[in-house]
């Protein structure tokens, strides 16, 4: 009886997830479809199917956002719905405490946070990733592409004759020096025009500045300067804005994209935020479990649905934005990253268990 009570509740709670996550979806994919329309309105070369295929790749992070309000709303519903029926009541008397009939929707929280955590992030990075790519190409105007390697740092921008292709081997963010550089200069028809070779570059404003230099023009013999000023629209900010977005890099990929990025120079404060918030996603689910069964219990004694649902909605709310707050300090550096990743989690998880505690045992 034990384990098919709990098959029940674990259905039950499943399919209220999946109700809420669909319809959650599609009004999210609505609201995402009307905002690129607009954004494509004064485009004559995107049609409407390039519009639907921006929507759809955009979902797949979406998905992930709002998965922790699903199983929040899914949980108020669940348990509201049980309460009504008096299935928790007939629970209760045959002598269950409410941590037996929310283990299994723990169970089932515990699961979809693993589920995204090592199956789906990895396929909505590459999702992600090909809407960030198709929505610059179509809607944006990018001047510049940046990649870092274990080769070092590569960057394309714009200049006024054509394009330029710069390498710097290293980084000394701190001291705005970069170490080894090479730049290759394009006219507009992607024609080789010329090559720079530097010892040290130095990002200034509205210019790279290269030092100990040699440069080498079209059919011409390299020639030696101390300096040499290419310019340029790029600033160390924009280097460090212009690196693949965590949410475009699956789970897996990103301790070595951390350590490559710490060995250049750059900070990686925003991946590593990421990946341990990532680690910590479970735990978050499991947090809005108990705060949803917090509120929910109270029915079974004191009533009023309505006000139990708004209290426990604006409870997960307040905890997206004190995570988003803790993140924010994290990632300025007033807190360990790991701190910052954790601690949201960890407190909702803790308070919520106390309200049931208490509930419970008085």
Not at 11 to 30: D, E, L, P, S, Y
Not at 229 to 249: G, H, I, V, Y
Request: aromatic share 10%; with cysteine; net charge negative.
């Amino acid at each position: 009886m034990g384990m098919t009570l709990a098959f029940y509740y674990a259905r039950q709670f499943a399919g209220w997830v999946a109700a809420v996550f669909f319809g959650i979806m599609a009004i999210v994919f609505i609201g995402d479809f009307v905002e690129m329309l607009r954004r494509a309105s004064d485009k004559d070369a995107v049609g409407i199917t390039d519009v639907i295929e921006l929507t759809l790749l955009k979902q797949a992070n979406m998905a992930q956002i709002v998965l922790p309000f699903v199983i929040l709303f899914a949980g108020l519903l669940c348990l509201s719905r049980l309460t009504r029926t008096n299935e928790l009541v007939v629970s209760r008397a045959a002598g269950l405490s409410a941590w037996r009939f929310l283990l299994p929707a723990l169970v089932v929280a515990l699961l979809l946070g693993g589920f995204r955590v090592a199956v789906f992030n990895p396929v909505a990075s590459v999702m992600t990733e090909r809407f960030e790519l198709l929505e610059n190409r179509l809607l944006g105007n990018r001047g510049s592409f940046l990649s870092l390697s274990e080769t070092g740092l590569w960057v394309r921008q714009s200049t006024e004759d054509g394009t330029a292709i710069i390498h710097a081997s290293q980084i000394a963010q701190e001291q705005n020096q970069f170490l080894d550089m090479i730049a290759f200069r394009f006219n507009e028809a992607g024609d080789f025009i010329g090559r720079i070779d530097a010892r040290f570059g130095e990002l200034s404003e509205g210019q790279w500045l290269f030092t100990d230099v040699l440069l080498q023009m079209e059919n011409g013999r390299p020639t030696a300067l101390e300096r040499f000023a290419l310019p340029t629209n790029l600033t160390l900010d924009n280097l460090q804005d212009s690196f693949a977005a965590p949410e475009t890099m699956s789970f897996w990929e990103l301790p070595e994209f951390i350590e490559v990025l710490e060995q250049a120079g750059f900070s990686a404060q925003r991946h590593r935020l990421h990946f341990h918030a990532m680690l910590a996603s479970p735990l978050l689910l499991c947090a809005m479990v108990l705060i949803a069964a917090a509120f929910s219990l109270r029915m079974t004694r004191r009533g009023g649905a309505l006000g139990v649902a708004a209290g426990g909605i604006a409870a997960g709310f307040l905890t997206y934005f004190v995570s988003d707050l803790v993140f924010a300090l994290g990632l300025s550096g007033r807190i360990p990253v790991e701190l910052a990743a954790w601690a949201p989690a960890t407190v909702a998880t803790l308070l919520g268990a106390a309200v049931i505690f208490h509930l419970e045992d008085g």
